[in-house]
């Protein structure tokens, strides 16, 4: 008989009239009506416990990594897959901060919004210097995943992201390494429909 065990990466998100599990290992995710939270004993997910439920009930679970098979080490999983990341010499991946100022304040933000300095066209300068060096030092490089991040890094679209898009892409086109663009945002600027151009 398989024992089994709640993921530790479960988060619950209530939305409307449902409950969200999201596995954040995984990625997967499992959607139910909040009339039907008790009937799937969430109350007992929550606990870690496994839920007095019904087999296919169960299986519907496993099949969505809410609970996997007790021998499996999620944290070992985390640390191999950091390990492969950081030996992956095809991906190089470099985060920008525009700024650190944001124009929310959400509670459970950690951000100090103290610095609202913004990054300079000094610093832009030094960005496409590191970038031409990377390239070429990582001769496997075939991505370049740039990410930008905050504070609200919109904030700094016209200033830094866009101009930092405009200036990599030919030079990555040119080395034939592909540019792979993230962005950690709260989407206000993208909802007051601000032009966005992402090359
Ligand atoms: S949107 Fe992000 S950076 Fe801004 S306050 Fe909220 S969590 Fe912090």
Known sequence: MDFMKISKYNVFI????????????????????????????????????????DANAINVLKEKKIIIPDHIDELNLIQEKLSRAKLDESRYTMIIVPILKCNFRCW???????????????DLEKI???VYKIIQTKNNLKTFDIQFFGGEPMIGYNKIVKPTLIFLKPILDAAKIKMTVGITTNGYFFYKGESVFFA
Not at 18 to 25: D, K, P
Not at 108 to 122: D, P
Request: glycine share 2%; charged share 20%; aromatic share 18%.
């Open 14 to 53: 209530p939305y409307s009239n449902a409950l969200f599990i999201y596995n954040t290992l995984w990625n997967t995710v499992f959607v139910i009506k909040k009339d039907k939270v008790k009937i799937w004993g969430i109350e007992y997910i929550q606990k870690y416990e496994i839920p007095p439920i």
């Open 108 to 122: 459970y933000c950690y951000e100090n919004h103290e610095h609202k300095r913004m990054m300079s066209a000094n």
């Open 128 to 130: 496409e210097l590191l």
